[in-house]
């Protein structure tokens, strides 16, 4: 019966024992309906005071015991009216406070559905076929085919391979194996078939470490205070207070029921959850998802950001940074040159160089035959000329001389050489967001000073970008590991991590506040977080932090002006002039006013 009648359902049958009550006592059966009132009361007030008990067992107290003496002492003195009134009103504020809390974060569903359920395994003939994940040995050789999740860690046994270990690291570039490097679980194989010795089970594998994280550092998240809870102590000792003085001043208990009718805790259960709907909805309009009233809440409180750079300070995808010709060549030959030979290959750096030269409108000529190294670089003839486009290396196999400056200091991109001379470099970089810099000094302006940088990515492109950025505190080189021991020990808190890739799901969860930046990332990222930003914008973090601040601040000011006017009308009621049912009437204005106070929340307007 307890577990039947929660949150919408009490409301419900409130409703309907008000209504049916009403009727049986134009019928004139005065005394059925009182019953009817009673019974249903009673339940609620048995249902309140088992739960309030569980709380004081649990630690926790709230504004139960004032709802529950407010029903009681109206049914002491016989007003069923007052007290079917109040129940309504607590019930309907339970249900408004349960439909904010309902919007929780789902369970880690994706993280589970994206690790793979079979594999294609060699067997001792030399044939393949499909087993499960779970069978998988230490020592077995399996195929992984193009764009294939990697399902365990193990080592290359292929010539060479491309992987993308993005959702791992936050590395944004490809990283190219040999036979024998260690190739985790988790990470994305590329265009050509992987062949993978296994190292380590299902289970043991790194991709499994990271549910593991997230799932402890969910389980470790700290219980959200409903907001109204706060001021249930001083507000319930205020309002015994009032009723107890106007009983024994007066001697009539009718006093007593009285004053706390007008007492009801309507607007603490009302003025929060109306507001945190009315922000979250708000939020949704600019495409921020924000999944519970205590994300919400911890969000206006932030004083600390953590934010990955892959996918979230930065593009997440290559783009070309820098043209650099050698002497005697200009800039739109040598994107000409390398564009026409990256022209016919699938790699990830070629779309880059291709793009790069379709946006400035400069001529890519269809090399007439070509040659492909996967991993080193591409051999095309172009007019009866050879021309090398790829690593370092790859030239100087060819007997290209390159300048000792740019051997020196080798940087990801396409290197050009036309028959034996060298020509120049297109260089690569992860672009930085247009407005991530304006957007951190906003967060600064609203109270978020600490920020700090948590990437996957190398030193040296992490300290690029932060200097851009005029971050102070960098970590680099950061495992899931790495990130969320940072986090657990990172002050001043509250602190929120901003991310999007399945390395920082445990981050994410673990942080008091945890945003991911969904339009693109995974959507383990999205699931773990508290907040997700469906739009491809990342000035929305910012925007984010000032909606939920204006929101709190409103429904801290609605939960003030309702404690302050049941104040005022318990001191009226303590004199006797207002009757039961029409304090509970009056509580019912105060209730009007605090819903359209709350409200507010929802418009436009900046505090």
Known sequence: MISFLRNQYRFVLALVVLIAAIMLSLLGLHDIARWAIYTYSGIIALVLLVGMVRDLLHGKYGVDILAIVAITSTIAVDEYWATIVIVVM?????????????????????????VPKTTHKQTVDG?????????????????????????????????DAIVDESSLTGESEPVELKRGDTVLSGAVNGNSELI????????????????????????????????????????????????????????????????????????????????MI??????????IIIKNGGALEQLARVRSAAFDKTGTLTAGTLTVAAIQPAKGVTAETLLS???????????????????????????????????????????????????????????????????????????????????????????????????????IEQLGALGVGHVVMLTGDGRETAERIGAMLGLSEIHAECMPQDKLRIMQAYQPRPIMMVGDGV???????????????????????????????????????????????????????????????????????????????????????????????ALRAHSAQHL
Request: contains cysteine; negative net charge; charged residues 15%.
């Open 90 to 114: 607590l019930t309907g504020g339970e249900a408004l406070e349960a439909y904010a809390g309902a919007r929780a974060r789902a369970e880690l569903t994706a993280l589970m559905s994206r």
């Open 127 to 159: 044939t393949i076929v499909d087993i499960a994940i779970a069978e998988v040995s230490i020592g077995d050789v399996l195929y992984i085919r193009p764009a294939e999740v990697i399902p365990v860690d193990g080592t290359v046994q292929s010539p």
């Open 196 to 275: 993978l010795a296994v190292t380590k089970r299902a289970d043991d594998s790194e991709y499994a470490q990271i549910v593991k994280l997230v799932q402890a550092a969910a389980d470790a998240h700290a219980p959200f205070v409903r907001l109204a809870d706060r001021y249930a102590v001083p507000f319930t000792a205020v309002s015994f207070a009032i009723a107890s003085l106007a009983w024994w001043l007066s001697g009539q208990p009718e006093r007593f029921a009285e004053v706390l009718v007008v007492a009801t805790p309507c607007p603490l259960l009302l003025a929060a959850p109306i507001a």
């Open 278 to 287: 009315s922000g979250m909805s708000r939020a949704a309009k600019h495409g």
């Open 337 to 439: 040159l390398a564009a026409s030979a990256e022209s016919a290959s699938t790699h990830i750096v070629a779309a880059a160089v291709v793009a790069a030269a379709q946006d400035r409108h400069v001529k890519i000529t269809t090399p007439d035959t070509i040659e492909e190294l996967p991993g080193r670089g591409i051999t095309a003839l172009l007019g009866g000329q050879t021309i090398r486009a790829g690593k370092p290396g790859f030239l100087a196999e060819h007997g290209v001389m390159i300048p000792r400056e740019i051997a020196e200091h080798v940087q990801t991109g396409v290197y050009v050489a036309r028959g034996d001379q060298y020509v120049g470099a297109v260089l690569l970089g992860d672009a930085l967001r247009p407005n991530a810099k304006a957007t």
């Open 503 to 597: 390395n920082d799901a445990p981050v994410l969860a673990a942080s008091d506040v945890g945003i991911a930046m969904g339009a693109r990332g995974a959507t383990a990222a999205s699931e773990s977080a508290d907040v997700v930003i469906l739009v491809d914008d990342f000035g929305r973090v910012a925007t984010s932090v000032q909606i939920a601040r204006r929101t709190l601040h409103i429904a801290r000011q609605s939960v003030l002006a309702g404690i302050f006017a049941s104040i005022g009308l318990m001191l009226v009621a303590s004199t006797g002039v207002i009757p039961a049912v029409i304090g509970a009437g009056l509580q019912e204005l105060v209730d009007v006013i605090v819903i359209i106070n």
